[in-house]
């Protein structure tokens, strides 16, 4: 399973943009890239899942540079409900993922 | 459509005890997956069942096992608990194929007193 590193925490302000990079060196050709969020106490929600280039939902979008060593989650006009941690998982989506420390990301008002 | 649901969301046992820890995937998901997250550890996969076999297994003790049943609803049982166990047990569920997102339940609390 390839490696993922992302920044430990990040603090933004409400309406603000957060943009949260992902870096996955050594991701394969079969790999997704998958993004979780996750509140305390609670199971991870899947927030957007690409392959390559751009994808976008109503949550959030996610940009894949052409080599797909590196992924961007971005999430516009963050909310004090936006405070969670943020997880990057690289492979295939629906086989034993496995969860780094994640992005705690916190917005204050 | 519902999501993931488990039961019982909490659970305070005493070591040695045993639990059973149960999970109803989504409608039309065949595939199960548990999971263990500690502060310590993060989040770990313990299992995953499909069509009521083991397809894989994590790197857990013998003390935790599964099974799933032919309606993909999943049962979770950890034997002669100790206090390391105390954790939050988490269950996906996806349709069947390994490119298939995993969608996660809420979790059981689970306490080792």
């Known amino acids: 399973l390839a490696k993922t590193t992302q920044p430990i925490s990040m603090d933004s302000y409400e309406g603000q943009e957060v943009n949260i990079t992902c870096s996955h060196n050594?991701?394969?050709?079969?790999?997704?890239i998958t993004w979780y969020q996750q509140f305390p106490s609670q199971g991870p929600r899947f927030i957007i899942q690409?392959?390559?280039t751009k994808v976008t939902n109503e949550v959030a979008s996610l940009f894949i540079p052409a080599d797909r060593k590196s992924s961007t989650l971005s999430l516009p006009r963050v909310s004090l409900s936006d405070t969670a941690v943020y997880y990057c998982l690289v492979g295939l989506p629906g086989y034993k993922l496995s969860f780094g420390a994640g992005t705690t990301v916190t917005v204050r008002a | 459509k519902a999501g993931v649901t488990q039961t019982p969301r909490y659970l305070i046992k005493t070591r040695g005890q045993q639990v059973t820890l149960s999970c109803s995937p989504i409608?039309?998901?065949?595939?199960v997956s548990w999971y263990q997250q500690t502060p310590g550890q993060g989040l770990q996969f313990l299992f995953e069942?499909?069509?009521?076999?083991?397809?894989n297994k994590g790197n857990f003790p013998g003390r935790f096992s599964g099974r799933q049943f032919s309606n993909s609803r999943s049962e979770m049982n950890v034997s002669t608990l100790e206090l390391g166990d105390s954790a939050l047990y988490l269950c996906?569920?996806?349709?069947?194929?390994?490119?298939?997102?995993?969608?996660f339940g809420p979790g059981t609390r689970l306490t080792v007193l």
């Open positions: 996906a569920s996806s349709l069947w194929r390994d490119t298939d997102t995993q969608y």
């Open positions: 690409g392959y390559k």
């Open positions: 409608s039309g998901h065949r595939s």
């Open positions: 069942y499909f069509s009521e076999t083991q397809r």
């Open positions: 050594n991701i394969a050709t079969n790999d997704y």
